[in-house]
C-alpha cells in the first residue's frame, strides 16, 4: 500500500528560528513527485515546494527547504527564518501514476504554529 | 485569474437533501478531481477525471456522483445527505505530470 507518515502532529516555533517538519512515504513506485502543500486557516492549499525523485538534488524554494532520502523514504520540509504567516497545516504528498492517471496521496498533516 | 474556482463556498442544507458542488479550471488541464476533507483535516481522494472520463473513484458511495461536462468542468452532486458528509470538499487539476492546483473549497454542513 502507498502510504505518506507525518509524525508529528503540532508543532511550534519562535518566529525567525528554523523548524523541521517530517515526512516518510512508502511506494515501491521508482518515478514519483514529491510535495508540501500549505494550508492556512484560509483552507486555500498552497503548493510550497515540490521534488522529482530522480533529482538528487534537493529543492529549495526562498526560505523552503527539502531533504530527500530516497533510499530512506524521508522527505521532510525546513522553514528557515520562520514567519507569522508560515502558521498552517502543513501536508506532505506524494503522486506517481502515468499521464492522465496520476494519482495523489496526502499525509495526515502537521500543524504549525510561529509564535511571535 | 482565479484558476480552479468552486461554487458554493459554504452550504449547509437538512439530512436527506440532494446538493451539487461546480467545480471549474481555466488551466487547460486535463485532469481534474475531488477530494474530502473530513473535521481532522484528512484530505482523501474520491475521484478523478481525465479528459471528462472517469479514471479514479475511490470506495465512495453511490450517493456522490462525479459529472464532468467538459474537461474545464466538473462538478460533484451528492444524493440523500446524511450528517457524516459534512466536511470541506475540494476540486483540484493538474497536467500531466506534476502538482495540483485546488480550488478554495467547499464547506457543506449536514443538520
Known amino acids: 500500500a502507498q502510504t505518506v507518515t507525518q509524525s508529528q502532529p503540532e508543532m511550534s516555533v519562535q518566529e525567525a528560528e528554523t523548524v523541521t517538519l517530517s515526512c516518510t512515504y512508502d511506494?515501491?513506485?521508482?518515478?514519483?513527485?514529491l510535495f508540501w502543500y500549505k494550508q492556512p486557516p484560509s483552507r486555500q492549499m498552497i503548493l510550497v515546494i515540490r521534488?522529482?525523485?530522480?533529482?538528487?538534488q534537493n529543492a529549495t524554494e526562498n526560505r523552503f527547504s527539502v531533504n530527500f532520502q530516497k533510499a530512506a523514504k524521508s522527505f521532510s520540509l525546513k522553514i528557515s527564518d520562520s514567519q507569522l504567516g508560515d502558521t498552517a497545516m502543513y501536508f506532505c504528498?506524494?503522486?506517481?501514476?502515468?499521464?492522465?492517471?496520476?494519482?495523489?496521496?496526502f499525509g495526515t498533516g502537521t500543524r504549525l504554529k510561529v509564535l511571535a | 485569474d482565479t484558476a480552479v474556482s468552486q461554487t458554493p463556498k459554504y452550504l449547509v442544507t437538512q439530512m436527506g437533501n440532494d446538493k451539487s458542488i461546480k467545480c471549474e479550471q481555466n488551466?487547460?488541464?486535463?485532469?481534474m478531481y475531488w477530494y474530502k476533507q473530513d473535521s481532522k483535516k484528512f484530505l482523501k481522494i474520491m475521484f478523478s477525471?481525465?479528459?471528462?472520463?472517469?479514471?479514479i473513484n475511490e470506495t465512495v458511495p453511490n450517493r456522490f456522483s462525479p459529472k464532468s461536462p467538459d474537461k474545464a468542468h466538473l462538478n460533484l452532486h451528492i444524493n440523500s445527505l446524511e450528517l457524516g458528509d459534512s466536511a470541506v470538499y475540494f476540486c483540484?487539476?493538474?497536467?500531466?505530470?506534476?502538482?495540483?492546483?485546488f480550488g478554495p473549497g467547499t464547506r457543506l454542513t449536514v443538520l
Open positions: 511506494t515501491s513506485e521508482s518515478n514519483y513527485y
Open positions: 488551466l487547460g488541464h486535463d485532469t
Open positions: 504528498a506524494f503522486g506517481l501514476g502515468s499521464s492522465g492517471t496520476y494519482k495523489y496521496i
Open positions: 483540484a487539476s493538474s497536467p500531466p505530470v506534476g502538482w495540483q492546483f
Open positions: 477525471y481525465n479528459n471528462k472520463e472517469l479514471i
Open positions: 521534488q522529482e525523485a530522480y533529482k538528487q
